[in-house]
């Protein structure tokens, strides 16, 4: 998923709090904080900081994120990549220097809400 296919596209400049909701594939270049939604893809460039708990089809992180992601499809941690969260998805690709610091559920659901808030409180406390 590339940025020319992308509905929303939050900018290197741009912070964006609260609730975010959407349909179609998101690019995060600056920064979230909340939680971001969509149908469809996700993907968190580089220099991205997300402080957000993610629900989506497919996603792919470069950049950092805080938060519990629940992909319904494929989640891809690239080299420079940082998941801080607990993760649920169907398939699961981290390349050699990702890192993920979480519980991982590759059933695209997460096993019980208490498991989610458990990483919630975590970000919270940093």
Not at 69 to 89: F, H, M, P, R
């Amino acid at each position: 998923m590339g940025k020319e296919n992308a509905e929303t596209i939050i900018g290197p400049s741009v912070h964006v709090e609260g609730n975010f909701q959407g349909a179609g594939d998101i690019v995060v270049e600056g920064s979230v904080a909340g939680t971001l939604k969509t149908t469809s893809n996700v993907r968190i460039g580089e220099s991205a900081k997300v402080k957000a708990d993610i629900e989506c089809d497919t996603i792919y992180v470069a950049g950092e994120v805080r938060g519990n992601i629940i992909a319904k499809g494929q989640l891809e941690i690239t080299q420079s990549g940082k998941v801080q969260g607990n993760v649920a998805c169907t398939v699961l690709s981290i390349a050699p220097g990702a890192k993920l610091h979480g519980k991982c559920a590759m059933n695209g659901k997460m096993d019980s809400k208490e498991e989610a808030e458990e990483h919630a409180d975590d970000r919270k406390s940093e």
